[in-house]
C-alpha cells in the first residue's frame, strides 16, 4: 500500500494544524538513524519534497539555533529519552498529538469520527512502510512492553526541547525519518 503527497500533507495539516506542531520527514543516511534525526532537528529538507508543519520556522529565536525549539543534544542523550513502540501505539499517540496535553480527549474537537481519524493516522503511516520502527519520549506504559496506554491518567515525558513541555513520535524506515512532535509552553 502506497500513499500520495496530496492525502499524507492534507491528514497531518487537518490533524496537526491547531497544536504548536513540528511534523516533517527526512533522508535516512546513516545506520544509526538518531544522526539523521538531528538533521531533521534541523530542518533537513523532505526526501520526497512533501510539505509538513513548523510552527517554529520563523521563529527569531531560530537565528540562534537552527534545531529551535529543540536543543541541539548528542545522539547518546537522545536515545536514552526515547522507547520503541508498536504500531497501534504509535497510532494512538499520533491522535493524542492533535492538541496539549498527549491524550486523546483532544479528539472531541474534531467533526470526524474517532475511525475516520484513525484512518488519517494510518495514511500517514504508509508513507514509511510496514517494516518502520516507532520511537517515542513519552512514558505512558501499557500491559506489554512496547504499548502506550492511553486509559491511564498518569504520563511522563523524557523533554528534548526548551518549551514547558515536548511529545512525539519518531518514524525510521529504511529510507525515511519522520518526527510528529508537539510543544506546550505554560
Known amino acids: 500500500m502506497s500513499v500520495d503527497q496530496t492525502s499524507w500533507q492534507a491528514a497531518v495539516r487537518h490533524l496537526y494544524e491547531d497544536a504548536y506542531p513540528y511534523d516533517a520527514t527526512g533522508p535516512r543516511r546513516h545506520e544509526n538513524w538518531l544522526l539523521d534525526i538531528l538533521a531533521l532537528m534541523a530542518r533537513a529538507p523532505d526526501p520526497r519534497g512533501w510539505t509538513g508543519l513548523d510552527d517554529a520556522a520563523q521563529n527569531p529565536e531560530r537565528e540562534a539555533s537552527l534545531t529551535y525549539p529543540f536543543v541541539a543534544h548528542p545522539p547518546e542523550y537522545i536515545a536514552r529519552r526515547l522507547q520503541e513502540i508498536d504500531r497501534d ?61 492511553f486509559t491511564s491518567s498518569g504520563w511522563a515525558y523524557s523533554p528534548l526541547s526548551v518549551c514547558s513541555e515536548d511529545y512525539g513520535l519518531i518514524v525510521v524506515s529504511d529510507t525515511e525519518v519522520g518526527m510528529f512532535w508537539n510543544f506546550a509552553d505554560y
Open 89 to 149: 501505539s504509535a497510532e494512538n499517540l499520533l491522535l493524542a498529538l492533535t492538541d496539549d496535553g498527549c491524550t486523546l480527549s483532544s479528539l472531541s474537537r474534531f467533526a470526524e469520527s474517532e475511525a475516520e481519524l484513525r484512518a488519517m493516522t494510518r495514511t500517514i503511516l504508509t508513507r514509511y512502510g510496514d517494516s518502520a520502527s516507532f520511537h517515542t519520549n513519552v512514558n505512558k506504559p501499557g500491559h506489554m512492553n512496547g504499548t502506550l496506554d
